[in-house]
């Protein structure tokens, strides 16, 4: 009998709850959905490899929760990018000279970000977290699988390119517009090693002897159509 008796008093408490929260409104929330798409400059900083960053592009889908008494503004979304990088190699082992490896890497990024409003919605700064998930350093052009990679002996092109596939990010940035266009540039550094996996592989690293580290660096420039 008690437990039944319990059971009601927390239906009317919610039930109350509910109604209260429902009739009085300090403020409206408004949502949105938008859409993005644009260009990327990726890059990895490492010591282990001399880099060129390399162009791609972005698309994704990104939801708003606009909230007018706070200054900030709140999204998550998710994102997809392909992106490219140039590592210096050569064609021979014995032969010191240089030719640029071409690689592509598609990635998956989730975001949550907080977006401080500079003037109001139209300027605003942008922060916050990012999860990633991409695929391997793929060689643009098969015929430099068995090209040699600049700083080590015997070390191929095709042996780096089983890199870390989940990496988390920091991501800042600015977006403005009016109404429902806005020009958002971003700039993601990656805090996880995205060479780590090449440390627990055997490949030939003579005459170096240091482990692989690298962080990515992303910068995207999108335009941005909200619903």
Not at 74 to 101: D, F, H, K, P
Request: glycine fraction near 10%.
């Amino acid at each position: 009998m008690q437990k039944k008796q319990f059971i009601v008093l927390v239906a009317i408490c919610i039930g109350f709850v509910t109604v209260s929260l429902g009739q009085h409104k300090r403020y409206a929330i408004k949502n949105g959905i938008g859409i993005l798409g644009g260009i990327t400059q990726f890059d990895i900083a490492t010591d282990n490899f001399v880099t060129k960053s390399g162009s791609g592009f972005i698309g994704g889908l990104t939801a708003t929760v606009d909230i007018p008494h706070k200054w900030y503004t709140v999204s998550y979304g998710m994102q997809l990018s392909e992106n490219s990088i140039e590592i210096s190699g050569r064609q021979t082992a014995g032969i010191a000279t240089e030719e640029m490896l071409e690689y592509k890497l598609m990635t998956v990024q989730v975001a949550f970000l907080f977006h401080a409003k500079i003037l109001k919605d139209n300027l605003t700064i942008d922060f916050g977290p990012q999860l990633q998930y991409n695929g391997e350093l793929e060689l643009k052009d098969d015929k430099q699988k068995e090209y040699f990679v600049n700083g080590y002996d015997a070390l191929l092109a095709e042996d780096i390119s089983t890199i870390s596939q989940f990496n988390a990010n920091g991501v800042i940035g600015a977006s403005a517009g009016i109404g429902n266009f806005k020009l958002r540039a971003m700039y993601s550094y990656g805090f996880t090693n995205i060479l780590n996996k090449l440390n627990s592989q055997d490949i030939t690293t003579t005459p170096s002897s240091k482990k692989f580290k690298g962080n990515q660096n992303m910068l995207a420039f999108a335009l941005m159509i909200t619903f």
